[in-house]
């Protein structure tokens, strides 16, 4: 079974600029996560969708946005992008949003931010 | 307040001795604990879950984790580290909310 897939796996933008992450997930997951990993915040929750609605929401601002598809697979986008941006963006799936399910990550997004 | 503590950013051992990563947790009720492994340039993967039942929980890579309700810990435990195993360990816990909380990670060095 494939695990799960993120697309692009680096991207480098400018400050301003927005950005488009995508994640597909293990088949048969239906809830999606989404995670933003830093040196200095280490791993912090950015959203969690499942069968198209966002479910949970962390702490990050208004430019921070997220979706999921009827298939499961999710994109989130980052508007008007700060240098502080700049992190490895994970993606992880699960069977469903219960608490006893453990999350598969993928790979990670480098975004870079000039 | 952090809902999941990892007191050390680094744990050194030898090859071949026992590797212990610390991770201490407050939230309500029961709680659903997680440990997960970073390899360099890599996502998190899955080593074990705590759920219920007994408290000594084994997982991938020989690894293995023990619940203790009264002192709120559930510290990762490898009878022998190998060099493989050099990486960055994350404990997380599921909050009320389902939120999955993770800690500030614990890179582990295994020398030769």
């Known amino acids: 079974k494939a695990g799960v897939t993120q697309t692009p796996r680096y991207l480098i933008k400018t400050r301003g600029q927005q950005v488009t992450l995508s994640c597909s997930p293990i088949s048969g997951h239906r809830s999606v996560s989404w995670y933003q990993q830093t040196p200095g915040q280490g791993l912090q929750f950015l959203f969690e969708y499942f069968s198209e609605t966002q479910r949970n929401k962390g702490n990050f601002p208004g430019r921070f946005s997220g979706r999921q598809f009827s298939n499961s697979r999710s994109e989130m986008n980052v508007s008007t992008l700060e240098l502080g941006d700049s992190a490895l963006y994970l993606c992880a799936s699960s069977l469903s949003p219960g608490e006893v399910n453990e999350q598969f990550f993928g790979p990670g997004t480098r975004l870079t931010v000039l | 307040a952090q809902s999941v503590a990892q007191p050390e950013d680094q744990v050194n051992v030898a090859e071949g001795n026992p590797l212990t990563v610390k991770c201490t947790y407050s939230?309500?009720?029961?709680?659903?604990l997680f440990w997960y492994v970073q390899y360099p340039n890599r996502g998190l993967q899955f080593l074990l879950k705590y759920i219920t039942g007994d408290n000594l929980v084994k997982g991938s890579y020989g690894f293995e984790a023990e619940f203790n309700k009264s002192q709120t810990s559930f510290h990762l435990k490898k009878p022998s580290a190998l060099v493989s195993d050099s990486a960055l360990y994350f404990c997380a816990v599921r909050e009320s909310d389902y939120k999955l909380s993770f800690g500030a990670g614990t890179t582990v060095t295994v020398r030769a």
């Open positions: 939230v309500s009720g029961n709680p659903y």
